[in-house]
């Protein structure tokens, strides 16, 4: 494993994003009793610490996240949704996103713009070569928030946003997103949808969430047609569709599609112990699916990789997922052994069944330029 210089973005003032009292995403009230949000500061705030914990920190190039400005904003969202969230923040009680369920707390705006600061910054670092790759583990997500909405727990996309500014500000053009959040990255597909110079790809758990959005078919649109990818496994999957969607879907679209530069939408809701996806990835996977990036990376992308932490909601387990995440972008190894593996790795459903391998032989008929055939 050779050492590389990481960057590491993470700010105290990510924890103080407010989803307030819910429980889950059912707002309290009548027989609800008040609880936590599902998007809630522990998991990430748990990560960071095991990041210093480790002393894996102290490894790292740390990146200091900043504010992004209207005009960064507003090259990915319309003027409305800006002022419209901007409004539900300066409210004293905060407010909602568009889709009536996704909390802003009072203030909320302005960490939302420290999340997608903090990610032009990693990229910025990338690009200067101050660092070979780069971990930014902010909050709010980003990944389905579209040009003129708010949802899914998800303010501003703050990939979309950071691709935009890496293109205007730093002249990058062709930019491959891999968005392995057990969710759909409807909103970062959405606005790259028409945009030759942005390959979308995504695996995500088939109508997890949002419900319509995420098939095969969608494949891209008029200058942006290729550019987009599916990959919808069915609920259950583990290491072995993981890894074989990896190795026949994005690695040759993303071989294909010679990116400049990878980012990666790194939920972890597709590990067996998140509440809100029904995947069975333990941190193994996700140290595999970071070297497999690495590899791409290195050979089309000059090793940059921008890693952007998105979903994920096992408290307890998401540190595990995670520190493989830093430690394999680092090549550096630490002390901690995922305490979960040995119970989790003893589970069946690791290995590929018919149902799972039909999906990913599917989707390698759309990379052939195959119409899309129907998949049920
Ligand atoms: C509920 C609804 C959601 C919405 C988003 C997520 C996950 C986001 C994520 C999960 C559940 C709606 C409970 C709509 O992690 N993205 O990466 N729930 N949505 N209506 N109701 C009643
Ligand atoms: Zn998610």
Redesign the pocket.
Known sequence: MSERRTGYVWDERYGWHDTGTYA???PAGGWVQPYHH??SPESKQRLAQLVAASGLERELAAIDARFATDDEILRVHTEEHLAYLQSQSDALRGGVCE????PIGHGSMEIARLAAGGVMEAVDAVIEGRVENAYALVRP?G??ATADAG????MINNIAIAVAHARRVRGIERIAIVDW???H?NGTQDIFYEDPLTLTVSLHQDR???PDSGFLTERGRADGAGAALNIPLPPGSGRAAYLDAFERGVIPAVSAFQPELIIVAS?Y?ASILDP??RQMLTSATYRTMTARILELAEAHAGGRVVVVH????SPAYVPFCGLAVLEELAGRSTDVMDPFAPFLEAMAGQELTNQQKALVDAVVKTLTNQPAPAFA
């Open positions: 889950g995403a059912i599902f998007e889709d009536g369920i996704s997500p990944h389905h949802m899914g727990f998800c959040d057990v969710h990255g997890c969430y949002p939920g809701d809100l996806g998105e979903g994920g909601y």
